[in-house]
């Protein structure tokens, strides 16, 4: 697949839909090793609604799980010939370690997550990810998937 992943790609890779695909487009990615993906955060989302009224804060939950997600698409990616397959299996989110959440993020904001693969395999992947907005780290983690 051709960089940058949108949409059209990413619900191709994932099993997530609206509203809790949360991943914009992936921009960076090698093979086994690390990605970059984009989420453009807006005023609409459903969360903010009540997180919080009159000051909308995206809920730091959602800003790993689209961090995994981020993942995810690289994990995935990295079995061969898996696009091919009819059955991709799969990948679920099973563990986060050294959670840490810098500063808040807001409606406006573009988030740039960052993953690089700290372990490797045919099921289980263990990450290290970080989210930007503005170049200001906002939120880090480790992060495990098991796929199949």
Same mark, same amino acid.
Not at 17 to 45: C, H, Q, S, W
């Given at each position: 697949?051709?960089?940058? &992943?949108?949409?059209?790609?990413?619900?191709?890779?994932?099993? *997530?839909?609206?509203?809790?695909? &949360? +991943?914009?487009?992936? @921009?960076?990615?090698?093979? !086994?090793?690390? %990605?970059?993906?984009?989420?453009?955060?807006?005023?609409?989302?459903?969360?903010?609604? !009540? *997180?919080?009224?009159?000051?909308?804060? /995206?809920?730091? =939950?959602?800003? @790993?799980?689209?961090?995994?997600?981020? !993942?995810?698409?690289?994990?995935?990616?990295? @079995?061969?010939? +898996?696009?091919?397959?009819?059955?991709?299996?799969?990948? =679920?989110?099973?563990? /986060?370690?050294?959670?840490?959440?810098?500063?808040? %993020? =807001?409606?406006?904001?573009?988030?740039?997550?960052?993953?690089?693969? &700290?372990?490797?395999?045919?099921?289980?992947?263990?990450?290290? !990810?970080?989210?930007? +907005?503005?170049?200001?780290? =906002?939120?880090?983690?480790? &992060? %495990?998937? +098991?796929?199949?």
């Amino acid at each position: 697949m051709d960089l940058p &992943l949108k949409y059209e790609d990413i619900i191709r890779i994932l099993p *997530h839909r609206y509203p809790f695909l &949360l +991943v914009d487009k992936i @921009i960076e990615m090698e093979l !086994g090793k690390r %990605v970059v993906g984009i989420k453009n955060v807006t005023a609409n989302e459903p969360f903010f609604q !009540g *997180h919080f009224p009159g000051n909308p804060i /995206m809920p730091g =939950v959602l800003i @790993i799980e689209a961090m995994a997600q981020v !993942g995810g698409v690289l994990a995935r990616l990295s @079995i061969p010939n +898996v696009m091919e397959r009819e059955e991709m299996g799969e990948i =679920v989110f099973v563990s /986060m370690d050294k959670v840490k959440f810098r500063k808040p %993020v =807001v409606p406006g904001d573009q988030i740039r997550f960052e993953a690089e693969a &700290l372990r490797t395999g045919s099921r289980i992947w263990k990450m290290a !990810g970080k989210a930007f +907005v503005d170049g200001d780290l =906002v939120a880090e983690a480790n &992060l %495990v998937a +098991v796929i199949g």
